[in-house]
């Protein structure tokens, strides 16, 4: 499982990456064109959008994975030993909960009535249901990261202090 944990964590990096990049470069050119040759490029911003949806997704996806997502630990900082495990469980299953029930099942009907009425982009002339994929394709791996860390509480029987907790900050 920590195999597949590490390739699903650089697939998302660099995916994330990229994205963000393109996202950079189509603002770039927005800014030149508008600005420099007083003739805006007509896609661009409806590309910045589309791009921001999948960065902001995935890179949430990604934060739920390292557990740098925003979190109030208040109540788990006060338990200690079995009881801090089993509100991690807890905390993992709400999380698991949501991902599949919100973003796997209606995100997966939100694209599937998107691709049906046939709707498409006005300016790029792409099917939206391929722009908002991207939410059940996250649902997919926050359960997925969920779903490791419930593994892992399970089989350690401790609280997992390795990974930062959300007001810890990576070095």
């Known amino acids: 499982m920590e195999n597949l944990r590490k390739i699903v964590d650089r697939v998302l990096e660099r995916i994330v990456v990229v994205a963000m ?12 064109t508008r600005f420099v040759l007083s003739d805006p490029s007509s896609f661009t911003e409806e590309l910045a959008r589309y791009l921001l949806i999948w960065v902001g997704l995935l890179g949430a996806a990604y934060a739920a994975g390292r557990n ?21 469980i807890v905390i993992e299953l709400i999380v698991l909960a949501f991902a599949v029930a919100v973003l796997l099942v209606g995100g997966s009907r939100l694209v599937y009535v998107m691709l049906r009425l046939g709707q498409t982009s006005p300016a790029l002339g792409i099917a939206l249901g391929y722009v908002y994929a991207v939410v059940p394709i996250s649902g997919l791996v926050i359960a ?14 401790t609280v997992d202090e390795s990974r930062p907790t959300a007001g810890e900050a990576e070095a």
């Open 21 to 32: 990049g393109a996202l950079v470069l189509d603002v770039l050119w927005q800014v030149f």
């Open 68 to 88: 740098m997502h925003l979190a109030l630990d208040l109540l788990q900082a006060k338990l200690s030993g079995q009881k801090a495990r089993v509100m991690q």
């Open 144 to 157: 997925f990261y969920s779903l490791d860390k419930i593994m892992s509480l399970l089989k350690s029987g």
